[in-house]
């Protein structure tokens, strides 16, 4: 959070400090000669705040931040669950073992210099697919 917010000050004017974790800046929204902008971290969110009223999409948007730029890095967790992996990273092992084998048996049988018939070669494109999704649903930043 610190370095984000320490890049968001190093695009601001007249950027003072006004108490533990609490700065005052020059509004990049708007024409702003005194400081009138305050930008707080508290609960590791960073907080802006115009107190000629401009929004902070528009303040981020002057200095060519998004609110990207200001949220908190995304959690390990899967983007549609909203709280908790939709896997248990020992599921997720399982599936990727269980996938493993099936990309090994491909890898020896072209390496054996077998025909694959093009459902094995599927299956093989499905596993290694299904081995990004159980990691994914698991958490796992790849
Ligand atoms: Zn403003």
Redesign the pocket.
Same mark, same amino acid.
Request: glycine letters at 8%.
């Given at each position: 959070m610190r370095e984000k917010v320490v890049n968001l000050l190093n695009r601001l004017q007249k950027v003072k400090s006004s108490g533990r974790d609490s700065w005052m800046a020059c %509004?990049p929204?708007?024409d702003?000669k005194n400081p009138?902008?305050k930008i707080d971290i508290k609960n590791d969110k960073i907080l802006i705040k %115009?107190w000629?009223g401009?929004g902070v999409e528009d303040?981020l948007g002057a200095v060519g931040m998004d609110f990207s730029d200001i949220l908190p890095d995304k959690p390990l967790y899967h983007r549609s669950s909203g709280t908790a992996p939709m896997l248990s990273s020992a599921d997720a092992l399982r599936i990727v073992k269980y996938e493993a084998a099936i990309i090994m048996m491909y890898g020896q049988d072209l390496k054996a210099g077998k025909t694959v018939s093009e459902d094995d070669r599927q299956r093989f494109v499905l596993a290694v697919e299904r081995v990004g999704d159980a990691m994914e649903a698991a958490g796992v930043k790849l």
């Amino acid at each position: 959070m610190r370095e984000k917010v320490v890049n968001l000050l190093n695009r601001l004017q007249k950027v003072k400090s006004s108490g533990r974790d609490s700065w005052m800046a020059c %509004c990049p929204a708007h024409d702003d000669k005194n400081p009138s902008m305050k930008i707080d971290i508290k609960n590791d969110k960073i907080l802006i705040k %115009c107190w000629s009223g401009c929004g902070v999409e528009d303040i981020l948007g002057a200095v060519g931040m998004d609110f990207s730029d200001i949220l908190p890095d995304k959690p390990l967790y899967h983007r549609s669950s909203g709280t908790a992996p939709m896997l248990s990273s020992a599921d997720a092992l399982r599936i990727v073992k269980y996938e493993a084998a099936i990309i090994m048996m491909y890898g020896q049988d072209l390496k054996a210099g077998k025909t694959v018939s093009e459902d094995d070669r599927q299956r093989f494109v499905l596993a290694v697919e299904r081995v990004g999704d159980a990691m994914e649903a698991a958490g796992v930043k790849l």
